[in-house]
């Protein structure tokens, strides 16, 4: 099966997020949109330790490394393909970490407007 081309914030080629440590739920270090993930790992973060504590208090825990499932674990200044929902969350809680545009994928911009997200890009500036 063809993977489907994706676009970015500003509708050009989806770029990707990383690939050490490998993200996306793919793990193609892509923050793809595919129909069976139900989570949205759409976002591309440049993670904090405030934002990593945050997942973790809320029942995520992206700092343990998880072998059975080839994740290392993340560490301040990793990129990540996070969940939608929970970059809103930490926005809402002041927390939310920078993003790279390039590399988040459009589908964002249907629950978060481009104006917010410019807020937080560091592809920007």
Same mark, same amino acid.
């Given at each position: 099966?063809?993977?489907?081309?994706?676009?970015?914030?500003?509708?050009? +080629?989806?770029?990707?997020?990383?690939?050490?440590? #490998?993200?996306?739920? #793919?793990? =193609?270090?892509?923050?793809?949109?595919?129909?069976?993930?139900?989570? *949205?790992?759409?976002?591309?973060?440049?993670?904090? +330790?405030?934002?990593? *504590?945050?997942?973790?208090?809320?029942?995520?825990?992206?700092?343990?490394?998880?072998?059975?499932?080839?994740?290392?674990? #993340?560490?301040?200044?990793?990129? /990540?393909?996070?969940?939608? =929902?929970? /970059? $809103?969350?930490?926005?809402?809680?002041?927390?939310?970490? *920078?993003?790279?545009? +390039?590399?988040?994928?459009? +589908?964002?911009?249907?629950?978060?407007?481009?104006? $917010?997200? *410019?807020?937080?890009?560091?592809?920007?500036?």
């Amino acid at each position: 099966m063809k993977k489907k081309k994706e676009f970015n914030v500003f509708g050009n +080629e989806l770029k990707k997020c990383s690939i050490n440590p #490998l993200t996306g739920f #793919l793990r =193609d270090g892509c923050c793809s949109s595919p129909p069976n993930d139900i989570g *949205k790992h759409i976002i591309c973060a440049v993670v904090t +330790e405030d934002f990593l *504590k945050f997942s973790l208090e809320k029942g995520n825990d992206l700092i343990t490394p998880r072998e059975e499932f080839s994740f290392p674990g #993340l560490v301040d200044g990793d990129r /990540w393909c996070l969940c939608l =929902d929970r /970059w $809103i969350e930490a926005h809402d809680n002041n927390c939310a970490p *920078k993003i790279i545009l +390039e590399s988040t994928n459009k +589908e964002v911009l249907k629950k978060v407007k481009i104006q $917010i997200l *410019k807020r937080f890009a560091i592809d920007l500036n």
